[in-house]
């Protein structure tokens, strides 16, 4: 027994902590609203709301510490002078971060952070002056007036009172100590189900909705002395009103509700379907009772399951199989069709396979769906950290924020949130400058920062831009040479966009002072690091006086890719297919050596281009020969890489290699065929900024030629299969 309520302890602080996120995360929306909106008295019961629900958690899951900071904040909440106190958005921000140590020191198990002086905040909150001259007035309840009944629930009314039933209006005071108030609801529903029928219940029977109030429509034969009585339940319903609805009974007329094509709810009908509403446990109520306290739903939560993430990447591993399946399956009927081509099987062979790939193509994209989370969930955190900064660091800024519904695969998002926070940090505190600073140069006082997200084929691309200084081109170079990793002449050849790129090295920065908040060079080269590792890009964009825009380009998913498969002397590789933007034909005369760095003209378009094997050679040292070159888009930048020849097109499961399998970071993965045969997947961001560091090296010759040596090949083999097994 004792094993058993241990592991359910566990699951509910589980639970706790991740739904106690969520509520912290609201909390901290909501005192951001009060420090625009001070006073406003709305917000503040919102405030309160939360708090309670977090109280009740907290003390649910043996967390009584936490519970009890929060049943004094939200007595001093409850008072009526408390939406009046100057510092309220302040302690709300001070609680929250408060709450936020509090259960990293219970997860880790260490010694909980010390609350005196926020508790000296909330006495003092609790013991304004005006708010002792308010504790003497006895305040009255605001009329509640009756809710719209729907058409539905009307005729369930006429219809109760033709059968001679009592119609009430029952309005039940939740128990503001109560610390699950949905669970309370269901009770309620679940009593006066015992003496009538409930016709209508606001909020609606299901919903997660957390009101103090509770409102029914209940029809009984019993008087409304037994309602009343029903309605007490101790330490859950406050107090009840019941009165009476006055309905005259009349016949159906001719056009009725069955002639409008509604049926009137028995009785019985509507008893059963509360019952069914009333059905979810207790526990389960308090579980969706978690994270909504300023969000109300309508409609039933029981279509909501929670699933660890451990699960769906099962999932999307075996569909990973299938697909590898359909490509052996796929062999095996083109090597059937070749040695039998008028066989009247094959044709039943392609069709079967068809469906399957129909199937297939169906289930991997609601796998991938289940992965996906609205960008929304990351950037719901950066309006309390902008705030945050831009108070530290003296400077007006406002985030404005669009395409928060854009989808992106979970495991992304989770790893891009260090970047993204990398990035607003040091728009605020470099990129934008200060109040005075703004308005000398023509700009208004405060500061614009933008997060942005959509989609743009198989990609998400994220942006955050500012309207601040700009980076300075010049001074970036300046600080390349001076920090000895760029000659001079080197750094004079080099576009601007290339100059740019230099800001993601480690260590690189060009603040004059280092700050609490940036000024180290920690951060940027974490960014594109990041990137690189999850197969995307960032580039930057910046133009002086007016702002800069850092964008960052994500594929969809990880597991599974559309290449294109081709050759390098014999070698076999892949890229993702959409980086491709064209595929050419040209000859080995058509290619130019310039500054150590071969091109290609392309139609009217000079094409730096990339050679991953060897130079051809011959006797009179004369090049021919016809190649394919696959025109690459990475992001801003475009070049080509030169191949032997072309595999064709395949949809591949990644599978990760790690550091002692492969020592290039020009391989990102590999992934088996049908026939088994292992194919590299390549790294374009690496191999473009490989190709760039040769390109001004003084060292470099005139091949590139991908370092992959047999053993390495070898290895990356065993791994994938492995893997694969």
């Not at 912290?24 to 001070?38: G, H, M, V």
């Not at 009329?143 to 059968?163: C, H, N, V």
């Not at 997660?208 to 409102?215: F, G, H, K, S, Y």
């Not at 260590?507 to 002072?513: C, L, Q, R, V």
Request: glycine residues 8%.
């Amino acid at each position: 027994m004792t094993q058993f309520s241990d592991e359910r302890g566990g699951e509910l602080r589980e639970l706790f902590f991740e739904t106690a996120q969520e509520l912290l995360q609201s909390l901290n929306e909501e005192a951001l609203k009060l420090e625009q909106q001070p006073g406003e008295g709305e917000i503040v019961r919102t405030i309160r709301r939360i708090v309670h629900t977090l109280k009740g958690d907290a003390a649910a899951a043996g967390f009584q510490e936490l519970s009890e900071l929060a049943h004094e904040l939200e007595d001093a909440l409850a008072l009526e002078t408390a939406s009046a106190h100057a510092s309220l958005a302040e302690i709300a921000f001070s609680t929250a971060d408060m709450f936020a140590a509090m259960l990293t020191c219970y997860r880790t198990q260490s010694q909980l952070p010390s609350t005196g002086a926020l508790r000296k905040r909330i006495s003092e909150l609790a013991n304004d002056p005006k708010a002792k001259k308010s504790r003497g007035r006895k305040t009255k309840s605001p009329a509640i007036s009756q809710p719209a009944w729907t058409e539905y629930e009307k005729l369930a009314m006429q219809g109760a009172a033709d059968r001679g039933q009592h119609v009430y209006h029952v309005q039940a005071q939740i128990d503001p100590h109560c610390a699950m108030p949905i669970a309370a609801r269901q009770l309620l529903l679940k009593a006066l189900g015992e003496v009538g029928a409930i016709l209508g219940s606001r909020p609606e029977a299901g919903s997660t909705e957390i009101a103090p109030l509770v409102q029914l429509l209940v029809a009984s034969p019993r008087a409304g002395e037994e309602i009343a009585a029903k309605c007490k339940i101790p330490t859950i319903i406050a107090q009840a009103k019941v009165e009476a609805i006055e309905i005259q009974p009349q016949p159906a007329p001719k056009e009725s509700a069955e002639a409008l094509g509604l049926q009137p709810a028995s009785t019985d009908q509507i008893q059963a379907e509360q019952l069914k509403a009333e059905a979810q446990p207790t526990a389960v109520a308090a579980a969706q009772e978690h994270g909504t306290a300023n969000k109300p739903q309508s409609g039933s939560t029981e279509n909501i399951l929670r699933v660890d993430a451990e699960r769906i990447d099962a999932v999307l591993n075996l569909v990973g199989e299938l697909i590898v399946g359909k490509s052996m399956l796929q062999q095996a009927i083109n090597e059937f069709g070749r040695h039998h081509p008028k066989d009247s099987v094959r044709g039943r062979f392609a069709d079967a396979m068809a469906f399957q790939s129909r199937v297939l193509n169906d289930l991997q994209r609601s796998v991938m769906k289940v992965r996906m989370v609205p960008v929304e969930q990351l950037f719901r955190r950066f309006p309390r950290l902008v705030r945050d900064i831009a108070k530290q660091c003296g400077k007006e800024v406002q985030l404005l924020v669009r395409g928060q519904d854009t989808d992106l695969d979970k495991g992304l998002l989770d790893t891009i949130a260090e970047p993204l926070t990398h990035l607003v940090r040091n728009a605020v505190d470099h990129g934008i400058e200060s109040g005075a600073e703004r308005q000398r140069n023509g700009k208004p006082a405060q500061g614009t920062l933008r997060l942005d997200a959509y989609h743009q084929g198989n990609q998400v691309i994220v942006e955050v831009s500012d309207d601040g200084r700009g980076i300075d081109v010049k001074k970036v170079k300046a600080r390349a040479i001076e920090r000895g990793g760029m000659p001079a002449e080197q750094a004079a050849r080099m576009p601007d966009n290339e100059i740019l790129q230099l800001i993601f090295q480690p260590g690189f920065s060009t603040a004059e002072k280092i700050t609490e908040v940036s000024g180290r060079g920690v951060g940027l080269d974490v960014v594109q690091s990041v990137l690189q590792r999850l197969k995307g890009t960032v580039q930057v964009e910046t133009v002086a006086g007016q702002g800069t825009r850092f964008r960052l380009q994500l594929p969809l998913t990880l597991a599974i890719i559309k290449a294109l498969l081709f050759r390098v002397e014999q070698r076999l590789y892949a890229i993702p297919l959409n980086a491709v933007g064209e595929i050419a034909r040209a000859d080995e005369s058509e290619l130019h050596q310039v500054d150590g760095c071969e091109i290609l003209q392309l139609r009217n378009q000079v094409l730096p281009v990339i050679r991953l094997g060897s130079l051809p050679q011959n006797v009179a040292g004369e090049r021919h020969g016809k190649i394919f070159v696959l025109v690459i888009n990475l992001g801003e930048r475009k070049f080509g890489l030169l191949v032997n020849a072309l595999e064709g097109e395949e949809e591949l499961v990644i599978k990760a290699l790690d550091d002692h399998t492969v020592e290039t970071d020009l391989v990102s993965g590999a992934s088996i065929l049908g026939d088994g045969r292992v194919v590299l997947i390549l790294n374009l961001a690496a191999l473009a900024e490989r190709f760039s560091k040769m390109r001004h090296s003084a060292e470099s010759g005139p091949a590139f030629g991908l370092l992959l040596s047999r053993s390495e090949r070898a290895r990356s083999a065993q791994a994938a299969r492995e893997a694969h097994a």
